[in-house]
């Protein structure tokens, strides 16, 4: 074995406390240079005999020299020429000369680098100094460290590093406070700190010596970690994390403190930059502190065992089953274990991971292969499939009943004051969203969980517009592209409703690209768009697999596809039974932003027209390459994206004083673009005039599709009302006058009057936009139809038997109020001396039902479809809408209905 190896393994076991293993031609040992768990570092000779150091995690050359306390010159093997031995002897000299004072040792040093820039001095526990670290800035703009230190028995100094554990930067200022503690990565760091009053501390080293540093002076205190802008300063923070939660008793978890950064790599180039622009140290230092009260605790991930165990380890090991050792792998993890808090009882574990924490439902497949990696990084050997079987039964069943219920939710949640986007990357970054703006966090407090395929959205830019989107998509004019904006904007509503966006078009005019964009902008798939599902479960199963259902090339959409959309769109529920061996449901509840494509005009069912933006595409004139498209829609995305969540925060602003005149169908999404309009840029009342085109647009599509709705149409238009049983209204419509022979036997045409009164009921709403009033008076021995237009005196009083709540309550006309004075003939009439022209059965000018309640003086009259105890209820309901309106007229309504009920007693 030479020299420079034996050296270099004695001291790797001075360094670590273990002694490195022989594995073929080399040797494997813990890495000095990070805190290695599990052996990371292949040593072994070249062929001129250097040794050669190559450490799996990732850790530099250089760091791991500057671990071991060498220098490179001591890997190299001694020279055979004269030369290379002349200059090995003088190395090995120099590396053997011991100076009286750490003064002879720098200048050492500067005989060849020139005058050093700045040292930096580390104190032990009673105050000597023991190691020096000096920095040199070089003249082409790079730096140069070396390491100062005493010798083993104190008797001089050595120009090479202390052999671990070393002492903390700042020690004695570390002794001297009893506040929290800032762990920074670098001397200057810590020095720009303690500047502005703060007990700061960092190690020597670097971001990749760790573990030959002693942090048990950290016992027992608070300690918050600030990270370089960088990978190696995020490892860094991680490191000492772990390191503190797992060798170091401190009472809390260490805190990550967030500064966003623009102006620099670390804290030293912030403070610096901050103090440029004229901003003074007290104000730096309570922007610190202000950051410091919302630090979060850092997730550190379970230490690794070790695959050499000890044998009563081994016996132990053994006498326990798979499940019971994922179980304890999870525990040592730090999971956190809880359940949905909203309609579902579904569990779901959070596991830590670095700095952040990755959500998943119980049970998954990511949950299972979680699992069978760590039982093989701590066993060596993979887990039996009925131990992980149990293991996740058993993390479920503790999730449901004694985990704590939380909200969880897919890329979009929030409240009225806050909406939180996932954005999918890798670290788990989100937005926050409120009345004052956006901000990308790393970490958010709510649970968002991800699904297989879901893709991550770019990182957001402010500056955007979003008319940068319309070169992308198209949208034919401009109203087709408000209302395109509206739609995506309302993706990020984080209650809803969410109309359903149908795009419409030839082939060839980019329905399907158009899709893939505005899915792009919200909620990135792997699959973008899809086929349409041929079932309800398969549409709840993707509803909450995603937050936006993109379905591409649909040609028809079936009843019961329609009813599961509208639900879907405003929100709705759906089960099935979760085993075939027992009668245990499965629930799914969702509400989610729907998008269809198709060449057709196939959305036809009024409930679901209602609930959509429907919009026909133009054919297109000059085409481009799709990858020229997609790459000018890439650079754009991240400012697009900007300029929506700008139009997002103006909702927030402006939703609580947004006040709509005349609200359509689907009226919260309707207030949530109007109060994000100023944010996008319209005009007042540029997206309710836009989407009232488009609702009587959809009027006119419903009336088309429906099998029944031109002829009933074509019969008022020519005989200007019915009244009547829909049994005689079927008749009159299918004469050819107003049916063709080819529709009715159409298979939709109504046969039975039943059917023909559902697909009235459904048209209803549409019909009353074309100015014709509908009802359905029934009594007890009929039921009828009646089509007025509106504003007649007897659809005017039908409307106001069946008044809404979301009417506006005020006094109600006298024609609503039917009795003898104004709506029967010959008031003063009696059944001795009958009016003119009136018979004896008709003795007060009403129907014959009202008859029975006749009396020699003015008395109220039950209209027609109604029986007397039912209108008796109606005026008493009438009586309490207007009570505090017109209180004259309350009474008249109760002195009516009491005079009924009197009158049907006797």
């Given at each position: 074995?030479?020299?420079?190896?034996?050296?270099?393994?004695?001291?790797?076991?001075?360094?670590?406390?273990?002694?490195?293993?022989?594995?073929?031609?080399?040797?494997?040992?813990?890495?000095?240079?990070?805190?290695?768990?599990?052996?990371?570092?292949?040593?072994?000779?070249?062929?001129?005999?250097?040794?050669?150091?190559?450490?799996?995690?990732?850790?530099?050359?250089?760091?791991?020299?500057?671990?071991?306390?060498?220098?490179?010159?001591?890997?190299?093997?001694?020279?055979?020429?004269?030369?290379?031995?002349?200059?090995?002897?003088?190395?090995?000299?120099?590396?053997?000369?011991?100076?009286?004072?750490?003064?002879?040792?720098?200048?050492?040093?500067?005989?060849?680098?020139?005058?050093?820039?700045?040292?930096?001095?580390?104190?032990?526990?009673?105050?000597?100094?023991?190691?020096?670290?000096?920095?040199?800035?070089?003249?082409?703009?790079?730096?140069?460290?070396?390491?100062?230190?005493?010798?083993?028995?104190?008797?001089?100094?050595?120009?090479?590093?202390?052999?671990?554990?070393?002492?903390?930067?700042?020690?004695?200022?570390?002794?001297?406070?009893?506040?929290?503690?800032?762990?920074?990565?670098?001397?200057?760091?810590?020095?720009?700190?303690?500047?502005?009053?703060?007990?700061?501390?960092?190690?020597?080293?670097?971001?990749?010596?760790?573990?030959?540093?002693?942090?048990?002076?950290?016992?027992?205190?608070?300690?918050?970690?600030?990270?370089?802008?960088?990978?190696?300063?995020?490892?860094?923070?991680?490191?000492?994390?772990r390191i503190l939660a797992t060798k170091v008793a401190t009472p809390t978890p260490s805190k990550r403190i967030e500064i966003e950064n623009p102006d620099g790599d670390d804290i030293f180039d912030m403070i610096e930059a901050l103090r440029g622009k004229g901003v003074s140290d007290d104000a730096i230092r309570e922007e610190i502190q202000a950051v410091t009260s919302e630090a979060k605790a850092i997730a550190v991930k379970a230490r690794r065992r070790n695959s050499v165990k000890p044998n009563d380890e081994e016996n132990e090991n053994k006498s326990r089953s798979h499940a019971q050792l994922l179980l304890e792998i999870a525990d040592g993890a730090g999971v956190e274990l809880f359940r949905?808090?909203?309609?579902?009882?579904?569990?779901?574990?959070?596991?830590?991971?670095?700095?952040?924490?990755?959500?998943?439902?119980?049970?998954?497949?990511?949950?299972?292969?979680?699992?069978?990696?760590?039982?093989?990084?701590?066993?060596?050997?993979?887990?039996?499939?009925?131990?992980?079987?149990?293991?996740?039964?058993?993390?479920?069943?503790?999730?449901?009943?004694?985990?704590?219920?939380?909200?969880?939710?897919?890329?979009?949640?929030?409240?009225?004051?806050?909406?939180?986007?996932?954005?999918?990357?890798?670290?788990?970054?989100?937005?926050?969203?409120?009345?004052?703006?956006?901000?990308?966090?790393?970490?958010?407090?709510?649970?968002?969980?991800?699904?297989?395929?879901?893709?991550?959205?770019?990182?957001?830019?402010?500056?955007?517009?979003?008319?940068?989107?319309?070169?992308?998509?198209?949208?034919?004019?401009?109203?087709?592209?408000?209302?395109?904006?509206?739609?995506?904007?309302?993706?990020?509503?984080?209650?809803?409703?969410?109309?359903?966006?149908?795009?419409?078009?030839?082939?060839?005019?980019?329905?399907?690209?158009?899709?893939?964009?505005?899915?792009?902008?919200?909620?990135?798939?792997?699959?973008?768009?899809?086929?349409?599902?041929?079932?309800?479960?398969?549409?709840?199963?993707?509803?909450?697999?995603?937050?936006?259902?993109?379905?591409?090339?649909?040609?028809?959409?079936?009843?019961?596809?329609?009813?599961?959309?509208?639900?879907?769109?405003?929100?709705?529920?759906?089960?099935?039974?979760?085993?075939?061996?027992?009668?245990?449901?499965?629930?799914?509840?969702?509400?989610?932003?729907?998008?269809?494509?198709?060449?057709?005009?196939?959305?036809?069912?009024?409930?679901?027209?209602?609930?959509?933006?429907?919009?026909?595409?133009?054919?297109?004139?000059?085409?481009?390459?799709?990858?020229?498209?997609?790459?000018?829609?890439?650079?754009?995305?991240?400012?697009?994206?900007?300029?929506?969540?700008?139009?997002?925060?103006?909702?927030?602003?402006?939703?609580?004083?947004?006040?709509?005149?005349?609200?359509?169908?689907?009226?919260?999404?309707?207030?949530?673009?109007?109060?994000?309009?100023?944010?996008?840029?319209?005009?007042?009342?540029?997206?309710?005039?836009?989407?009232?085109?488009?609702?009587?647009?959809?009027?006119?599509?419903?009336?088309?599709?429906?099998?029944?709705?031109?002829?009933?149409?074509?019969?008022?238009?020519?005989?200007?009302?019915?009244?009547?049983?829909?049994?005689?209204?079927?008749?009159?419509?299918?004469?050819?006058?107003?049916?063709?022979?080819?529709?009715?036997?159409?298979?939709?045409?109504?046969?039975?009057?039943?059917?023909?009164?559902?697909?009235?009921?459904?048209?209803?709403?549409?019909?009353?936009?074309?100015?014709?009033?509908?009802?359905?008076?029934?009594?007890?021995?009929?039921?009828?139809?009646?089509?007025?237009?509106?504003?007649?005196?007897?659809?005017?009083?039908?409307?106001?038997?069946?008044?809404?709540?979301?009417?506006?309550?005020?006094?109600?006309?006298?024609?609503?109020?039917?009795?003898?004075?104004?709506?029967?003939?010959?008031?003063?009439?009696?059944?001795?001396?009958?009016?003119?022209?009136?018979?004896?059965?008709?003795?007060?000018?009403?129907?014959?039902?009202?008859?029975?309640?006749?009396?020699?003086?003015?008395?109220?009259?039950?209209?027609?479809?109604?029986?007397?105890?039912?209108?008796?209820?109606?005026?008493?309901?009438?009586?309490?809408?207007?009570?505090?309106?017109?209180?004259?007229?309350?009474?008249?309504?109760?002195?009516?209905?009491?005079?009924?009920?009197?009158?049907?007693l006797a």
């Amino acid at each position: 074995m030479s020299d420079p190896l034996t050296r270099v393994l004695n001291e790797i076991q001075k360094v670590t406390g273990k002694e490195a293993k022989r594995n073929g031609n080399g040797w494997t040992a813990s890495c000095p240079a990070h805190d290695d768990t599990k052996p990371s570092l292949s040593i072994c000779e070249g062929d001129d005999g250097r040794v050669l150091l190559h450490c799996h995690v990732g850790c530099a050359f250089n760091d791991i020299v500057f671990a071991l306390g060498l220098a490179k010159h001591e890997l190299m093997p001694n020279r055979v020429s004269t030369k290379s031995q002349a200059s090995a002897k003088n190395s090995s000299n120099r590396q053997k000369s011991i100076f009286k004072t750490a003064r002879e040792a720098i200048e050492a040093y500067e005989r060849k680098l020139g005058k050093h820039s700045v040292k930096w001095q580390y104190h032990v526990r009673n105050g000597e100094v023991v190691f020096h670290v000096v920095r040199w800035n070089l003249p082409d703009g790079g730096k140069e460290i070396r390491p100062v230190s005493r010798t083993k028995d104190c008797d001089g100094w050595q120009m090479t590093a202390m052999e671990g554990p070393r002492p903390l930067y700042g020690l004695l200022g570390i002794q001297e406070s009893d506040g929290p503690v800032y762990v920074v990565e670098g001397e200057k760091c810590a020095e720009s700190m303690r500047e502005l009053g703060f007990t700061a501390t960092t190690s020597a080293g670097g971001s990749k010596a760790t573990a030959g540093t002693d942090w048990e002076p950290l016992a027992g205190r608070e300690v918050y970690i600030i990270p370089d802008n960088d990978d190696p300063g995020r490892k860094y923070m991680r490191d000492v994390a772990r390191i503190l939660a797992t060798k170091v008793a401190t009472p809390t978890p260490s805190k990550r403190i967030e500064i966003e950064n623009p102006d620099g790599d670390d804290i030293f180039d912030m403070i610096e930059a901050l103090r440029g622009k004229g901003v003074s140290d007290d104000a730096i230092r309570e922007e610190i502190q202000a950051v410091t009260s919302e630090a979060k605790a850092i997730a550190v991930k379970a230490r690794r065992r070790n695959s050499v165990k000890p044998n009563d380890e081994e016996n132990e090991n053994k006498s326990r089953s798979h499940a019971q050792l994922l179980l304890e792998i999870a525990d040592g993890a730090g999971v956190e274990l809880f359940r949905d808090a909203g309609d579902g009882d579904d569990a779901f574990v959070a596991i830590p991971v670095d700095e952040y924490v990755e959500t998943f439902k119980l049970p998954s497949n990511a949950v299972t292969e979680w699992l069978q990696y760590e039982f093989y990084r701590a066993y060596s050997q993979p887990p039996s499939e009925q131990g992980v079987r149990d293991a996740v039964a058993h993390l479920k069943a503790k999730a449901k009943y004694v985990g704590k219920a939380e909200r969880v939710g897919v890329r979009v949640m929030g409240d009225e004051n806050v909406v939180w986007v996932d954005l999918c990357d890798e670290a788990w970054r989100c937005v926050r969203i409120d009345a004052d703006g956006w901000k990308v966090v790393e970490g958010a407090p709510v649970r968002f969980v991800r699904h297989r395929g879901m893709k991550p959205l770019p990182i957001p830019q402010r500056g955007g517009r979003i008319d940068e989107l319309q070169q992308f998509v198209n949208a034919g004019d401009d109203d087709a592209f408000a209302l395109m904006v509206a739609w995506l904007v309302g993706i990020f509503s984080p209650s809803g409703p969410y109309p359903v966006l149908v795009i419409n078009g030839e082939q060839g005019s980019a329905k399907s690209t158009t899709c893939r964009i505005l899915r792009e902008l919200a909620d990135p798939n792997g699959a973008p768009i899809r086929a349409m599902v041929r079932e309800a479960r398969d549409l709840a199963i993707s509803a909450n697999n995603a937050r936006v259902l993109t379905y591409d090339n649909v040609s028809s959409i079936p009843a019961w596809l329609s009813d599961a959309l509208c639900r879907l769109s405003t929100g709705g529920g759906f089960s099935t039974r979760e085993l075939y061996s027992d009668a245990s449901e499965m629930i799914f509840n969702a509400k989610r932003p729907i998008l269809l494509n198709g060449i057709p005009d196939f959305v036809g069912r009024p409930d679901l027209l209602e609930r959509s933006i429907v919009l026909t595409l133009p054919s297109i004139g000059k085409r481009c390459p799709e990858k020229q498209l997609w790459a000018a829609f890439d650079e754009a995305k991240p400012r697009i994206l900007g300029a929506i969540l700008d139009a997002v925060s103006a909702a927030i602003r402006n939703l609580a004083t947004t006040d709509v005149a005349d609200l359509p169908r689907m009226a919260d999404f309707a207030m949530w673009i109007v109060a994000a309009e100023s944010a996008l840029g319209w005009p007042a009342g540029r997206f309710m005039a836009a989407y009232a085109d488009l609702r009587e647009q959809s009027t006119m599509t419903a009336i088309e599709h429906s099998p029944i709705g031109s002829p009933v149409l074509a019969y008022l238009n020519a005989k200007g009302k019915w009244n009547g049983t829909a049994t005689k209204l079927l008749d009159e419509i299918s004469s050819e006058a107003y049916t063709p022979d080819r529709s009715r036997k159409r298979r939709e045409f109504p046969s039975t009057a039943n059917a023909l009164s559902n697909q009235l009921k459904r048209m209803a709403p549409e019909l009353r936009r074309l100015g014709w009033d509908v009802s359905f008076p029934r009594s007890a021995t009929s039921r009828t139809i009646v089509i007025e237009k509106i504003g007649s005196t007897s659809s005017s009083s039908s409307s106001s038997s069946r008044s809404s709540l979301f009417e506006p309550k005020t006094s109600i006309p006298n024609d609503d109020r039917v009795t003898v004075d104004d709506d029967c003939k010959n008031a003063g009439s009696s059944p001795q001396n009958p009016p003119e022209g009136i018979g004896i059965g008709d003795h007060d000018g009403c129907d014959d039902d009202d008859d029975l309640l006749r009396s020699p003086r003015a008395r109220p009259r039950v209209p027609d479809g109604w029986s007397s105890a039912m209108w008796a209820d109606e005026l008493l309901r009438k009586a309490d809408a207007c009570e505090t309106t017109n209180p004259d007229i309350a009474a008249k309504y109760r002195d009516d209905a009491s005079r009924i009920q009197r009158k049907k007693l006797a």
